[in-house]
Antibody
Framework: QVTLRESGPALVKPTQTLTLTCTFS??????????VSWVRQPPGKALEWLAL???????YYSTSLKTRLTISKDTSKNQVVLTMTNMDPVDTATYYC?????????????WGQGTLVTVSS | EIVLTQSPATLSLSPGERATLSCRAS??????LAWYQQKPGQAPRLLIY???NRATGIPARFSGSGSGTDFTLTISSLEPEDFAVYYC?????????FGGGTKVEIK
């Protein structure tokens, strides 16, 4: 079955760079149509899309955050990594990774449980 | 960037009632719109994709409609487990955006 799990630091200091890893199983990012996306949610607020990487290694970023984000994949390890630079307290949120099958459901059909990242000195 | 506006922000209804949620896009997204349900402390769950297709395992009381800029999620008869927050999401040119959400609460 398909599973995704986010990992990374629970606490980062302002101005630091956040690195999050999504480790998944049950599908391959080398399969045509497969994508992995990152989404975050500040406490009590709405979902915010961050980035997406697809099977062809095409990458897409939130317009408002693209200067701070980098997404990459390691197909052999079944991992997707997101880095976000210059972290600020407003970046405190639960960060989710999720799968999209571009040729099937075309929605984010499987999600990790999320990881809470707090930005504080 | 395409902006999605959801209304109302909060919907107060009783079990058994019909819920109608709206999502409006700032420009056409064709039928590339999905709906999600989120309960407290949980990850979102995909309900509807491509505007009107139910995801695997989603009950028939959930239905989606619309195309272009105006979309609707309808829950035909609310069950106790349906009280949650609902988000719409569009996909265009590879990028995604989410709406601000509609909370369906018990009246």
């Amino acid at each position: 079955q398909v599973t995704l799990r986010e990992s990374g630091p629970a606490l980062v200091k302002p101005t630091q760079t956040l690195t999050l890893t999504c480790t998944f199983s049950g599908f391959s990012l080398s399969t045509s149509g497969m994508c992995v996306s990152w989404v975050r949610q500040p406490p009590g607020k709405a979902l915010e899309w961050l980035a997406l990487i697809d099977w062809d290694d095409d990458k897409y970023y939130s317009t408002s955050l693209k200067t701070r984000l980098t997404i990459s994949k390691d197909t052999s390890k079944n991992q997707v990594v997101l880095t976000m630079t210059n972290m600020d307290p407003v970046d405190t949120a639960t960060y989710y990774c999720a799968r999209m099958d571009y040729y099937d459901s075309r929605g984010l059909d499987y999600w990790g449980q999320g990881t809470l990242v707090t930005v504080s000195s | 960037e395409i902006v999605l506006t959801q209304s109302p922000a909060t919907l107060s209804l009783s079990p058994g009632e019909r819920a109608t949620l709206s999502c409006r896009a700032s420009q056409s997204v064709s039928s590339y719109l999905a709906w999600y349900q989120q309960k407290p402390g949980q990850a979102p769950r995909l309900l509807i994709y491509d505007a009107s297709n139910r995801a695997t395992g989603i009950p028939a009381r959930f239905s989606g409609s619309g195309s272009g800029t105006d979309f609707t999620l309808t829950i035909s008869s609310l069950e106790p487990e349906d009280f949650a927050v609902y988000y719409c999401q569009q996909r265009s040119n590879g990028g995604l955006t989410f709406g601000g959400g509609t909370k369906v609460e018990i009246k």
